[in-house]
């Protein structure tokens, strides 16, 4: 069983800069691949950044791509975003996941994740 816990959102100007943490509980997230993914008013649930378990692999949106850094640090059990030159169009809660169960070195799609963070919201203001 693994809890994640989100971090670090808040409101901010366009074109700053905010760093998401995800803390997970449970000694076996160092094996699973982590995602990011962020839920506007209105809008589904879409991906934004995963990376593997080991944290060499990694893939973006197209809309983050540039601007967000996925990472984790395995050994403090906590992954990471940072996101630089945020957009008004970046508003939404934020929402870290991980993935025990595809087999997948990185997962783009909601269905490849188990355990699901409760959310940190960002905006970003005009």
């Known amino acids: 069983q693994v809890q994640l816990v989100e971090s670090g959102g808040g409101l901010v100007q366009a074109g700053g800069s905010l760093r998401l943490s995800c803390a997970a509980s449970?000694?076996?997230?160092?094996?699973?691949?982590m995602g990011w993914f962020r839920q506007a008013p209105g809008k589904e649930r879409e991906f934004v950044a995963t990376?593997?378990?080991?944290?060499?692999?990694?893939y973006y949106a197209d809309s983050v791509k540039g601007r967000f850094t996925i990472s984790r640090d395995n050994a403090k059990n906590t992954g990471y975003l940072q996101m630089n030159s945020l957009k008004p169009e970046d508003t939404a809660v934020y929402y870290c996941?991980?993935?025990?169960?595809?087999?997948?070195?990185?997962?783009?799609?909601?269905?490849?994740?188990?355990?699901w963070g409760q959310g940190t919201q960002v905006t970003v203001s005009s």
């Open positions: 449970g000694r076996t997230f160092s094996s699973y691949a």
């Open positions: 996941a991980a993935d025990s169960r595809s087999g997948l070195t990185i997962a783009i799609s909601l269905a490849s994740y188990d355990y």
């Open positions: 990376i593997s378990w080991s944290g060499r692999t990694t």
